[in-house]
């Protein structure tokens, strides 16, 4: 299987030129040390060279000595290692010296100084839509950022096809699979995440009833603004489970340490009207296709309820901003206030300019979704804040075009950085 380009890469080499090291963070399998391979002069693998214990207790600057860039493949399987990068950038005084990959944050017992002026970071998610080769990327998230996008027309897709790419996922080794295939290996990915990687992650055994009873929970509940109380009574509904509110803490916060919960923060603009924001972030798995291997879920599940296939979209599409944001500097929230105003997607730079997103699966939500667009921007009070650079809605079946009112409507496959 040859090797797909990936986005990150331009950041990865710019943080090269400006660092001592580079961290790739990402969750398991989503490409990171193939990625990192590709500019690494020499690797060390923390969790398949047998030596690496022995070297680790005796003398561990040995493990350092390579050509560089060096990569440290898993570093969190050793994370000591972490100090010695940091003191070796020291005393090199030299740019681009390691990168080090990893699936899992290590556990806050680890005592791991601050990398501040050594370290930078990279974050890497699973395959989008564009490095795939699914979108055409003519409506790039830049140019939205900046209210500078050129005419456009594309075409849009099957419903037949967005639930096919629901099901397989983002994930690079699942490239050439076919779906049912995909479907049983992402469920092993659930099965493992279950029995092994949360014990692995937390150094304590978690009970794989009750991981997989609130990754299911997180799955039924994807896209929406949930708070633990409500996972805790949907497990306990649904599943016919217990968790209490430790054990929810304790294990969504090993599932964020894997890189497998993804929290959508709530944006705090400027508003006229006397509406309280929703503070609570949105969760969604790191891969829809994940949402639907916990689940049980397959082609026909999807196709028999639409409106939590809509739902799934969403989580897709949200994905695929978050990749495409980072490219550009830039972080992706949702808006929700007590007037019962939602807005799914807003993509904001560090310097102030956003962009806002309805995402709705099919067409015939498209007037709405544009309605919905022009009540937040009216609300925005324009004394403190700019308005956004663009309104936009993403859709799944429909062709990209500009509406009359200056709406960008926007398909999955035409979306890029």
Same mark, same amino acid.
């Given at each position: 299987?040859?090797?797909?380009?990936?986005?990150?890469?331009?950041?990865?080499?710019?943080?090269?030129?400006?660092? %001592?090291?580079?961290?790739?963070?990402?969750?398991?399998?989503?490409?990171?040390?193939?990625?990192?391979?590709?500019?690494?002069?020499?690797?060390? /693998?923390?969790?398949?060279?047998?030596?690496?214990?022995?070297?680790?207790?005796?003398?561990?600057?040995?493990?350092?000595?390579?050509?560089?860039?060096?990569?440290?493949?898993?570093?969190?399987?050793?994370?000591?290692?972490?100090?010695?990068?940091?003191?070796?950038?020291?005393?090199?005084?030299?740019?681009?010296?390691?990168?080090?990959?990893?699936?899992?944050?290590?556990?806050?017992?680890?005592?791991?100084?601050?990398?501040?002026?050594? !370290?930078?970071?990279?974050?890497?998610?699973?395959?989008?839509?564009?490095?795939?080769?699914?979108?055409?990327?003519?409506?790039?998230?830049?140019?939205?950022?900046?209210?500078?996008?050129?005419?456009?027309?594309?075409?849009?897709?099957?419903?037949?096809?967005?639930?096919?790419?629901?099901?397989?996922?983002?994930?690079?080794?699942?490239?050439?699979?076919?779906?049912?295939?995909?479907?049983?290996?992402?469920?092993? #990915?659930?099965?493992?995440?279950?029995?092994?990687?949360?014990?692995?992650?937390?150094?304590?055994?978690?009970?794989?009833?009750?991981?997989?009873?609130?990754?299911?929970?997180?799955?039924?509940?994807?896209?929406?603004?949930?708070?633990?109380?409500?996972?805790?009574?949907?497990?306990?509904?649904?599943?016919?489970?217990?968790?209490?509110?430790?054990?929810?803490?304790?294990?969504?916060?090993?599932?964020?340490?894997?890189?497998?919960?993804?929290?959508?923060?709530?944006?705090?603009?400027?508003?006229?009207?006397?509406?309280?924001?929703?503070?609570?972030?949105?969760?969604?798995?790191?891969?829809?296709?994940?949402?639907?291997?916990?689940? %049980?879920?397959?082609?026909?599940?999807?196709?028999?309820?639409? /409106?939590?296939?809509?739902?799934?979209?969403?989580?897709?599409?949200?994905?695929?901003?978050?990749?495409?944001?980072?490219?550009?500097?830039?972080?992706? !929230?949702?808006?929700?206030?007590?007037?019962?105003?939602?807005?799914?997607?807003?993509?904001?730079?560090?310097?102030?300019?956003?962009?806002?997103?309805?995402?709705?699966?099919?067409?015939?939500?498209?007037?709405?979704?544009?309605?919905?667009?022009?009540?937040?921007?009216?609300?925005?009070?324009?004394?403190?804040?700019?308005?956004?650079?663009?309104?936009?809605?993403?859709?799944?079946?429909?062709?990209? #075009?500009?509406?009359?009112?200056?709406?960008?409507?926007?398909?999955?496959?035409?979306?890029?950085?």
């Amino acid at each position: 299987m040859s090797y797909i380009k990936r986005i990150i890469e331009e950041d990865l080499l710019e943080k090269l030129s400006a660092s %001592g090291a580079v961290l790739i963070k990402g969750p398991k399998s989503c490409g990171k040390t193939e990625t990192a391979k590709r500019y690494a002069k020499s690797i060390l /693998k923390m969790d398949r060279d047998k030596q690496v214990p022995v070297i680790m207790a005796t003398n561990p600057q040995l493990l350092l000595a390579g050509d560089t860039p060096r990569l440290i493949d898993e570093w969190q399987e050793h994370p000591e290692i972490w100090n010695y990068v940091r003191h070796e950038v020291d005393d090199r005084k030299a740019k681009g010296q390691f990168i080090l990959t990893g699936s899992a944050n290590p556990n806050d017992d680890v005592k791991l100084h601050s990398g501040a002026g050594r !370290f930078t970071v990279v974050q890497m998610d699973t395959m989008s839509w564009q490095e795939l080769g699914y979108s055409s990327g003519k409506v790039k998230v830049s140019d939205l950022l900046q209210d500078a996008v050129p005419d456009f027309y594309d075409a849009g897709i099957s419903l037949d096809f967005i639930i096919d790419r629901i099901l397989i996922g983002g994930w690079p080794t699942l490239l050439n699979e076919s779906t049912k295939n995909a479907l049983k290996m992402n469920t092993g #990915y659930v099965d493992l995440l279950c029995e092994v990687d949360m014990s692995r992650v937390s150094g304590v055994k978690r009970d794989p009833i009750k991981v997989r009873s609130l990754i299911r929970s997180i799955a039924r509940n994807t896209a929406t603004v949930v708070d633990n109380k409500t996972l805790e009574q949907d497990v306990k509904i649904v599943d016919k489970n217990e968790l209490s509110r430790n054990t929810t803490s304790e294990y969504l916060d090993a599932l964020s340490r894997l890189m497998i919960l993804y929290e959508q923060p709530a944006f705090n603009p400027h508003i006229r009207s006397s509406a309280s924001l929703r503070k609570s972030p949105k969760r969604h798995l790191c891969d829809v296709s994940l949402a639907v291997a916990a689940l %049980g879920l397959n082609k026909e599940s999807l196709i028999k309820d639409m /409106k939590y296939t809509g739902f799934l979209f969403e989580t897709l599409a949200t994905h695929e901003l978050n990749v495409y944001a980072k490219a550009n500097d830039a972080n992706v !929230f949702h808006y929700n206030d007590s007037y019962g105003l939602e807005v799914d997607a807003i993509v904001q730079k560090r310097n102030g300019n956003y962009a806002v997103f309805e995402i709705k699966l099919g067409i015939g939500y498209i007037e709405q979704a544009a309605e919905n667009l022009e009540r937040f921007q009216r609300n925005i009070d324009t004394a403190k804040m700019a308005l956004p650079k663009s309104l936009n809605i993403i859709t799944g079946t429909g062709m990209s #075009y500009r509406r009359p009112d200056g709406i960008n409507v926007i398909s999955l496959a035409s979306l890029g950085k």
